[in-house]
């Protein structure tokens, strides 16, 4: 690398990007903002990257090459270890938080071994659980003119189930994209799922109770214990409209993917609230609460789970009265094949890309893909979701015109119009909404 680099890349760039293009590579971009002008910074960036760089003209500035871009942990990624789970990406041990590889989401339904994992406080102990998962009860008071508590059994055979494909999302999924570093675990885009869920609708057991006139708003809680141990205090309390949990996909669950709901995955019976940030969606659930106001549990307040309402600027201490509960999630696609950092055969001069894309409460129209830095872009397919709620396969092949470094950058847009942006933008200081354009690096040999 030319010139002195007195301290980290990543630090580098995310300081002063211009600088650090100068500082670490030795370029310097013209008024479109892309490319290089000095020959040496591409011998530079192909000497980093480990091969040359058959787009390079329409790199941005400022831009960390995809193959560069996640800042190396000192001792590497910690992969989970767990009985019944694939090769994770552990986040944090207390609560236990670990993220899915974007290559192992390819499958049309995940896996439950392939599941991400997001705690919030301890998983209940198995002392502490029936011996028999039927005799689970779920209460359901408040705002209601009959108080329900129902055991799974009888919610099993009381009710009619419904099985369906539905997405869960961590409500920080995307937080690592922010600038600077955003509170809170440093999800990149695994912090979501389509597995297939089957449950009772949680509009059923409203009916069942009777909603009074002045019920607005759900209040959830569950069995899992405070990270401090204290059984009296919940880990996380969140609740939704009314008219979310009156929508007929969301369900009080006791299957995933055919099998009894894993402990891991808040099983024997969890809330499944889709297409809204993940806490929504209570593991080991034990109460519904209907409030006749928005509810204010753990999780509710302060800059949980809530964006900003007029921009900020990024780092600064933002102020909570200005935000907005997180509701729906944006728009986001990643590639599931090729995995990041493949390395493909001598002569490859196609690749046939998928991956999937999703948008919250809605459904995507569109996803686009580019190999040259998003100066060109091409329609990729796009299937129709299993349902409504569920993920979309999409799948395109692009041509290379030789060997090199390449990155494939994938952008959805979903039926509002809205597209992910090149950057995660609206900073906010617990960094929700992160969605920016997905880039994956691929080096075809020489």
Same mark, same amino acid.
């Given at each position: 690398?030319?010139?002195?680099?007195?301290?980290?890349?990543?630090?580098?760039?995310?300081?002063?990007?211009?600088?650090?293009?100068?500082?670490?590579?030795?370029?310097?971009?013209?008024?479109?903002?892309?490319?290089?002008?000095?020959?040496?910074?591409?011998?530079?960036?192909?000497?980093?990257?480990?091969?040359?760089?058959?787009? *390079? &003209?329409?790199?941005?500035? +400022?831009?960390?090459?995809?193959?560069?871009?996640?800042?190396?942990?000192?001792? &590497?990624?910690?992969?989970?270890?767990?009985?019944?789970?694939?090769?994770? $990406?552990?986040?944090?041990?207390?609560?236990?938080?670990?993220?899915?590889?974007?290559?192992?989401?390819?499958?049309?339904?995940?896996?439950?071994?392939?599941?991400?994992?997001?705690?919030?406080?301890?998983?209940?102990?198995?002392?502490?659980?029936?011996?028999?998962?039927?005799?689970?009860?779920?209460?359901?008071?408040?705002?209601? !003119?009959?108080?329900?508590?129902?055991?799974?059994?009888?919610?099993?055979?009381?009710?009619?189930?419904?099985?369906?494909?539905?997405?869960?999302? =961590?409500?920080?999924? /995307?937080?690592?994209?922010?600038?600077?570093? @955003?509170?809170? !675990?440093?999800?990149? %885009? /695994?912090?979501?799922? =389509?597995?297939?869920?089957?449950?009772?609708?949680?509009?059923?057991?409203?009916?069942?109770?009777?909603?009074?006139?002045?019920?607005?708003?759900?209040?959830?809680?569950?069995?899992?214990?405070?990270?401090? #141990?204290?059984?009296?205090?919940?880990?996380?309390?969140?609740?939704?409209?009314? *008219?979310?949990?009156?929508?007929?996909?969301?369900?009080?669950?006791?299957?995933? !993917?055919?099998?009894?709901?894993?402990?891991?995955?808040? &099983?024997?019976?969890?809330?499944?609230?889709?297409?809204?940030?993940?806490?929504?969606?209570?593991?080991?659930?034990?109460?519904?609460?209907?409030?006749?106001?928005?509810?204010? +549990?753990?999780?509710?307040?302060?800059?949980?789970?809530?964006?900003?309402?007029?921009?900020?600027?990024? #780092?600064?201490?933002?102020?909570?009265?200005?935000?907005?509960?997180?509701?729906?999630?944006?728009?986001?696609?990643?590639?599931?094949?090729?995995?990041?950092? *493949?390395?493909?055969?001598?002569?490859?001069?196609?690749?046939?890309?998928?991956?999937?894309?999703?948008? &919250?409460? %809605?459904?995507?129209?569109?996803?686009? $893909?580019?190999?040259?830095?998003?100066?060109?872009?091409?329609?990729?397919? $796009?299937?129709?979701?299993?349902?409504?709620?569920?993920?979309?396969?999409?799948?395109?092949?692009?041509?290379?015109?030789?060997?090199?470094?390449?990155?494939?950058? =994938?952008?959805?847009?979903?039926?509002? +119009?809205?597209?992910?942006?090149?950057? @995660?933008? %609206?900073?906010?200081?617990?960094?929700?909404? /992160?969605?920016?354009?997905?880039?994956?690096?691929?080096?075809?040999?020489?």
């Amino acid at each position: 690398m030319t010139g002195k680099v007195e301290r980290g890349m990543h630090e580098l760039y995310g300081d002063d990007p211009e600088r650090a293009d100068a500082l670490v590579f030795g370029r310097r971009t013209g008024r479109s903002r892309r490319g290089f002008l000095k020959g040496a910074g591409l011998a530079t960036m192909g000497a980093a990257v480990g091969a040359s760089l058959p787009f *390079a &003209g329409g790199m941005p500035g +400022g831009l960390v090459p995809a193959a560069l871009a996640q800042a190396p942990a000192e001792k &590497g990624p910690k992969i989970l270890k767990m009985d019944g789970k694939a090769n994770l $990406v552990v986040l944090g041990d207390k609560p236990l938080v670990a993220e899915t590889p974007a290559e192992l989401l390819d499958d049309d339904v995940t896996p439950t071994e392939k599941f991400f994992i997001r705690n919030n406080g301890l998983t209940p102990e198995a002392s502490s659980m029936p011996s028999d998962p039927k005799a689970w009860k779920v209460k359901i008071d408040g705002e209601v !003119n009959t108080p329900l508590e129902i055991a799974l059994g009888d919610l099993m055979t009381k009710y009619q189930a419904v099985t369906l494909k539905l997405m869960l999302e =961590c409500g920080g999924n /995307g937080r690592s994209f922010f600038s600077p570093e @955003a509170r809170g !675990n440093q999800w990149t %885009n /695994g912090g979501a799922g =389509c597995a297939e869920w089957t449950g009772v609708r949680l509009s059923d057991l409203l009916k069942a109770a009777g909603l009074k006139p002045g019920a607005v708003y759900t209040g959830h809680y569950g069995a899992d214990v405070h990270l401090s #141990g204290d059984a009296s205090k919940p880990s996380i309390s969140r609740g939704v409209r009314i *008219a979310k949990a009156m929508d007929e996909h969301t369900l009080v669950a006791f299957k995933m !993917n055919g099998k009894d709901i894993p402990a891991i995955h808040g &099983g024997p019976v969890r809330l499944i609230v889709p297409g809204w940030a993940g806490s929504a969606s209570h593991k080991w659930l034990t109460r519904i609460w209907i409030r006749d106001k928005e509810h204010d +549990g753990p999780g509710m307040g302060g800059f949980s789970y809530r964006t900003a309402k007029t921009p900020i600027v990024p #780092g600064s201490k933002g102020d909570p009265k200005d935000t907005a509960i997180l509701e729906s999630m944006p728009v986001r696609s990643i590639v599931t094949f090729p995995a990041h950092g *493949a390395r493909l055969a001598k002569g490859t001069r196609k690749i046939d890309l998928r991956g999937h894309a999703w948008a &919250g409460d %809605n459904a995507v129209q569109s996803v686009d $893909v580019s190999i040259d830095y998003g100066v060109t872009w091409k329609k990729a397919e $796009v299937k129709a979701p299993a349902n409504k709620f569920a993920w979309q396969r999409f799948t395109a092949s692009v041509d290379l015109p030789g060997a090199g470094y390449y990155e494939v950058w =994938c952008k959805a847009t979903d039926t509002k +119009g809205v597209t992910q942006p090149f950057l @995660a933008g %609206n900073w906010n200081p617990q960094g929700y909404g /992160g969605n920016p354009v997905n880039r994956i690096a691929v080096l075809v040999e020489a």
